[in-house]
């Protein structure tokens, strides 16, 4: 065959397959061409764009509920913990004796939790909040207008609460973080928390200030005759 007729066929041979290969493309349900000595390609994963955006939106790829709950309690307590030393602050500067030694105790110690803390978080690649919160703030606002024996009571009744939060809060996080060098550290922190509720109460005591009853625990049974 010479190379004038062995064209006319390549050509023919092409019409005649054209319309054949626009149909398999057009029909979704028509196999894949086949591939080199007549193999057909495996179908490969579907494509769906949609599920890279959804995964931005909901957080990392693997990322577990616990470990968006341990994102969410770094936060607050991170948050908690700007708190516990501004207010400290403001104790050293307003406070009696008794609870200037008290704030000064809550400077020291919470500074360092939340220096532990943050290094925790900079490993889990965690932003952590830079100021109290709006609650926090305005018991600082409240406090700073205040001075004498208001200031010590409203400070050790707000430091009473503040802390049994905490403590309960620690203490539950520590029994189900994903992490363990989180787990450690908020276990390390809820025995300080713990040590400081102790002072507060001792403090309450010698200063007069009646402090709240505890909440009661959850499925406790109610105290009798009741």
């Not at 936060?75 to 403001?90: F, S, W, Y």
């Not at 943050?118 to 490993?123: E, F, G, H, R, Y």
């Not at 450690?184 to 809820?190: S, Y």
Request: glycine share 8%; net charge neutral; hydrophobic share 40%.
């Amino acid at each position: 065959m010479n190379k004038k007729r062995m064209c006319v066929a390549v050509v023919a041979a092409a019409v005649w397959l054209l319309p054949s290969l626009l149909a398999a493309q057009m029909d979704p349900s028509s196999p894949p061409p086949a591939g080199p000595q007549g193999v057909v390609p495996p179908p490969g994963p579907p494509t769906t764009p949609s599920s890279t955006t959804m995964r931005e939106t909901l957080g990392a790829p693997g990322q577990t509920g616990r470990q968006m709950a341990d994102k969410q309690f770094m936060r607050a307590a991170a948050e908690g913990g700007i708190a516990e030393v501004k207010l400290g602050m403001l104790a050293v500067q307003k406070g009696g004796p008794e609870v200037k030694e008290f704030g000064q105790k809550m400077v020291d110690d919470h500074t360092a939790i939340d220096k532990d803390m943050a290094a925790v978080a900079d490993s889990l690649g965690i932003m952590l909040p830079k100021k109290m919160s709006k609650e926090d703030q305005a018991e600082y606002d409240k406090l700073n207008g205040l001075s004498g024996d208001a200031f010590d009571k409203e400070y050790i009744l707000f430091m009473a609460k503040a802390h049994r939060q905490d403590l309960h809060d620690f203490r539950t996080e520590a029994s189900v973080a994903a992490d363990p060098e989180l787990q450690a550290e908020v276990t390390r922190a809820a025995q300080v928390i713990r040590q400081h509720l102790m002072m507060l109460t001792k403090l309450a005591a010698d200063k007069g200030v009646t402090l709240p009853p505890r909440p009661p625990r959850p499925g406790a049974a109610p105290p009798a005759g009741q």
